[in-house]
């Protein structure tokens, strides 16, 4: 689905409410459900596939006997909440529904571009869990991490906005619409035939005020006047000009799930019967399955090569043909052109085109054979040539692993308690030596939260005498402030700033206040603290992440004294060069390599790259060797 698509299902969603949440169903890894109850006990079941589609559906595939657990986290934080809105992230291809349940309101993402994802984030967009983790150059998605929820949609740019980004586009009105605005190349098209704007004219060039009437227009059939269709090339919210309409539906989500293959859900299998296999089996069922591909590649390829030999010469034409067309037309143009010379033997030839790699798909007996249009025909075999070649590589290894005997290892099981999720983990933490909890905030959203609603009377409030740093509470009275003002010194901006001492404050919770005097600003996490100070000038920066046995399997850290004592491995950090990161990965290294191999198995799922970050403090890091 486009994001004109998204836009159009978004607002047939709209015209649903109010709903409110039945249940949620995972039936795949991509593909979600969820029960939506209407007014007058009407029943909507509304499918997502993460990275494809999503759409009402008339009926859902058969879930799984055990539901997956990321379909009981969100049935645990989203079950009979009501649906206060359903929006699309500009026009992006992504959606949320925004669900209020008893005082707060969560946003539930879907992501329908690339591989997709669902993001589970709280009132402030702030992630609670999402579906797959990823960290990606320009963003996050992992948990306690602000989701972006901002788009961009050039329907809704003022004229003159609209008009300035036209004229600095270097590509042709098409394209522009097509890629700048995200309108996909058939949309595009559409807007430049209904504004009568020649599609292959320079955009700085054009009317502006006619493609954003046109443009508009579009929108506006999308949003309130869609005539849901289906046509040989795809499923559309509004008939487009010149395409055949094959089949007229009442809505959008009936087109769509009608258009889309059905989702067979999961298999239930048979458990009890299926034997146990040992280690050395499964390695070698795997083995003989890879090799049985490899071989499948290499027959395919050399096919390939053998067809592509048998139609030297045609080939060949067709490589200089579209190379030197390429140099004056867009493949746009090219494909238009390719698809009305149809009868053409030469054209009839070429099945598909890619445009981003300058490449054809060619039907060349019963093979469809791609080929790179800026290369010769002989560079275009050696690709093939080296496939080939390392497919049979493969299979050499393959067949040599399964020859070398596999020892099978005696298993140990390790009944390990793992640390169980409690309210605090989401902020920064640690236990003093003593056993007083220790919560800092991770960024000023999590500071103002902690003072406002975890501060109580016997605490203590505790801050880094530098402007930025995580804001401390210690809950009740302990013997080791010490522990608890380094703490503080090391999750604030001197470590970032790569300083090895700083000074902190403490003070009592009647004394902090978000009140300020005339004229003053106080910024969001920020405070004013009244009233006398105790001042630890000089307090050394320094953590330690260990990894905890007793009572409980965890990655533990914090200052080293309150670390060190409870750990069965650890490793200290000072300000450094190494980014959180390769930080993280550094330290889940360092621990790995104190364990022996046996221990290193059992500990997998405490012992991880996410795990160690949330105790990495801010700005670069080094790992101090004892």
Partial sequence: MSGVDLRALVAEAADRLPLWIGKIYQFD??????????????????????????HFTAEFPTPPKNPPSYAMLLRKHLDGGKVLSIRQLGLERTMSIDIGKRDTTYHLIFELFDEGNTILCNEEYTIIKPLWHHRFKTREI???????????????????????????????????????????GAYAEEVCRVAGVDKGAAAAEVDGEAIRAAFESLMADVGRRREPVITPSGCWPVVLAGEEVRERFATFSEALDAFYPKVTGQKEEAVSEKPRLSQAEVIRRRQAEAIKGFEKKIERYERVVEVLYENYTPVAGILTTLDEASKSRSWQEIEQILKSNGENPTAKMVRAVHPAEAAVELGLEEERVKVYVHETMEQNLGRYYDLIKKFKKKKTGALAAMERMVPEKPRHKQNLALLKKRWYHRF????????????????????????????????????????????????????????AVQFAASYSNAWKAGHFTADVYAARPDQVSKTPESGEYVARGAFIVRGERQYFKNVPLGVAIGLAMAPEVAVIGGPPGAVTGRAKVWLELRPGQFEPNDTAKKVVRGLRD?????????????????????????????IVEP
């Fill in 142 to 184: 992992i948990p306690g991490v602000v989701y972006p929820f901002e788009g961009t949609d050039c329907s809704a740019l003022p004229p003159a906005e609209f008009q300035k980004m036209l004229t600095e586009s270097d590509r042709d009105i098409v394209r522009t619409l097509a890629v700048g605005c995200m309108l996909g």
């Fill in 29 to 54: 890894a991509k593909t979600l459900g969820i029960r939506l109850n209407g007014e007058d006990r009407a029943k909507y079941l509304l499918l997502v596939e993460m990275g494809r589609r999503a």
């Fill in 428 to 483: 920064r933490w640690f236990t003093t030596t003593d056993g007083t909890l220790v919560i800092g905030g991770r960024d000023a959203s999590q500071n103002e939260e902690l003072v406002k609603k975890y501060m109580e009377g016997g605490d203590l409030f505790v801050h880094a005498d530098v402007h930025g740093g995580s804001v401390v509470i210690v809950k009740g009275a302990t013997g080791h402030l010490d522990e």
């Fill in 594 to 622: 104190k364990l022996s191999e046996d221990e290193w198995k059992g500990l997998k799922n405490a012992l991880n790259t996410e795990a160690v970050a949330a105790f990495v403090p801010p700005g670069g890091s080094d």
